[in-house]
């Protein structure tokens, strides 16, 4: 898989999955929306990555990292709550995360493996 596929997989989840967690909940509150911010900034970061663009990429890695980071503490809630609709939006939303983000590191080091042999 690309990891511009991966960007854009991981950017609609974040978005559908955080305007459900806004809508299906009883008190909706403004911080679930947080990784819909974060799924958009990741959709205007696709054309980038998509055309290869390592500043575009890198920024892309970086917020996904951040909202890997982000989301331990709404799935610590979550948890807490016993609230299971919310850790599996949760859950799903870091699964995909982390997934981008280990498309997005064996794309640098596949890379960087190819600019060494040149």
Not at 18 to 29: A, D, K, Q, T, V
Not at 91 to 97: N, Q, V
């Amino acid at each position: 898989m690309t990891p511009a596929i991966a960007n854009l997989i991981n950017a609609i989840a974040l978005i559908v999955l955080g305007l459900m967690g806004y809508f299906l909940s009883e008190s909706p509150s403004k911080t679930a929306l947080i990784p819909v911010g974060f799924g958009v900034a990741l959709l205007a970061c696709y054309p980038g990555v998509r055309k290869h663009n390592k500043a575009i990429a890198h920024v892309a890695v970086l917020l996904t990292l951040i909202i890997v980071v982000a989301l331990v503490m709404p799935l610590r809630g979550a948890v807490n709550r016993e609230d299971f609709g919310a850790i599996v939006r949760v859950t799903l939303m870091i699964a995909s995360s982390v997934f981008a983000m280990i498309v997005f590191v064996r794309s640098f080091i596949a890379a960087r493996r190819s600019q060494a042999a040149e």
